[in-house]
Structure formats: structure tokens, C-alpha cells
């Protein structure tokens, strides 16, 4: 719908039948860890470098709360109001958006300012031009070990693509669960049976 490439989903995938956010805990990034982190938490999943940027690019569509990268944002150090790797004119267009976002926390910015509502490679674009909303997102640009991959992306919106279904399908069979006694076959997938 959005543009992005298609990928297969394997029906028949069992879903357990307890779901709870705490469960979540030390098993997603989150927008404030560093890249050494995120990097380990792929790999502990059986995921290259690549694969965890190619995943990255869903960025490309969404939004995020501004909680999540106010301090980048407001007050960032002593000698900087800002993190210096947002692009400044950015940096200030953001604090403008999420000025009350104490007050109205569910105040919140498009991941892809350029292209938001199209599945595209501009979310890698961005970031090379200090346009990333999240630490994550600077720290995929700045980091060695994942900068040739961003590069690649923003040039490349086919090798993208490619990658981005193949790691998409990966991710979908990871903890597949199996046996009658791991889980439901969903009729409806937001539904439990």
C-alpha cells in the first residue's frame, strides 16, 4: 500500500496466549541504546549487521513520541543545546513540534519527515543529512560497522529492497513455537482464540 517491496508470510505460525510488556524487556532496542548494544541484540538472534540495518529502514514509515529523543533535542550537554549530529535547522523544527510534549505526551514526529507515508530508501537518505529522529538512527550513521550499509541503502533503493525482504522473512520464523501445547493457530490474529 505504502510502495515498499512485497515479502512472504508463513501461515500456520503459532502465537503464544500470554502477552505482556514486561516480557518485552532486554529483547527489543531501544531508542536510546547504543549501537554496540543493538548490534548484540541482533546477533544473540542469529542476525548480521546488514540484515539489523536493512530491518532499520521500517523506519522509513511510522512516527515516534518525542519522549523518545527529547533529550537529543532540549538541554543536550553544557556547551550544545542540541546533539550535534542533527542537522541544526532539523533539531529546531523538532523542538518547535514537540514543545508541550511534557504536557501532551503523546505528541509525536514522522520517523521519514521527506517521504512519511511512502515505503521507500529516504529514511537512509535522511539520516546521512543529520535528518534521523532517533540516537539510533545517528548511531547508524556514525558507526563503522554500519555506516556502508546506510550508504548502500541511500543509493541503492533496490538493494534495499532485497535485503529488507529476506530479513523480513527471516524475522518472521524466528521462535516459531511447535507442539499443540506452545500456542494458538490464530483465527484472527489480534484476536486470541
Known amino acids: 500500500m505504502l510502495g515498499g517491496p512485497h515479502y512472504n508470510v508463513l501461515l500456520g505460525r503459532r502465537d503464544g496466549r500470554v502477552s505482556r510488556a514486561s516480557d518485552v524487556d532486554g ?16 546477533e544473540s538472534r542469529g542476525f548480521s549487521v546488514q540484515e539489523m540495518v536493512a530491518l532499520s529502514g521500517a523506519h522509513t514509515i511510522g512516527f515516534s513520541h518525542c519522549k523518545e529523543f527529547s533529550s537529543g533535542i532540549y538541554n543536550y550537554s553544557k556547551t550544545a543545546s542540541t546533539d550535534p549530529q542533527y542537522n541544526p535547522r532539523f533539531a529546531s523544527g523538532l523542538q518547535k513540534a514537540c514543545a508541550d510534549y511534557k504536557k501532551n505526551p503523546t505528541l509525536s514526529v514522522f520517523n521519514d519527515i521527506m517521504t512519511p507515508n511512502k515505503f521507500d530508501n529516504m529514511y537512509y537518505q535522511n539520516i546521512q543529512k543529520g535528518l534521523g529522529l532517533l540516537k539510533t538512527d545517528h548511531g547508524l550513521h556514525s ?17 534495499f529492497f532485497q535485503d529488507f525482504v529476506r530479513a ?26
Not at 27 to 42: G, K
Not at 168 to 191: A, H, N, Y
Request: aromatic residues 6%; charged residues 35%; hydrophobic residues 25%.
Open 143 to 159: 558507526d563503522p560497522r554500519t555506516r556502508p550499509f546506510v550508504d548502500l541503502y541511500g543509493k541503492n533503493q533496490e538493494r
Open 27 to 42: 529483547h527489543l532496542p531501544r531508542t536510546t541504546d547504543s549501537m554496540s548494544r543493538i548490534i548484540q541484540l541482533f
Open 168 to 193: 523480513m522473512e527471516k524475522l518472521s520464523i524466528l521462535g516459531v513455537k511447535t507442539g499443540s501445547k506452545d500456542g494458538d493457530i490464530r483465527r484472527r490474529c489480534d484476536q486470541f482464540n
